[in-house]
């Protein structure tokens, strides 16, 4: 829920991680669909297999 990712970048931010990029990463689409309607900078990445996941963070900066 949307909530959710408001509390968890709430809790991030208190812990010290700024306004630093938030990836979060799920093989089902439903749960993705509530960072996005969050709107807190919480960017979702539907996983569907380690080299996908691996090319997508690549691509980001992420991973070098």
């Not at 931010?13 to 807190?40: M, R, T, W």
């Amino acid at each position: 829920s949307p909530e959710y990712f408001i509390g968890l970048k709430k809790f991030l931010i208190d812990q010290g991680f700024g306004q630093s990029v938030i990836v979060f990463i799920d093989d089902k689409q439903k749960n993705l669909e509530g960072a996005g309607k969050a709107n807190v900078g919480i960017e979702g990445i539907h996983f569907l297999n380690p080299a996908q996941l691996n090319e997508l963070l690549i691509k980001k900066e992420i991973l070098a």
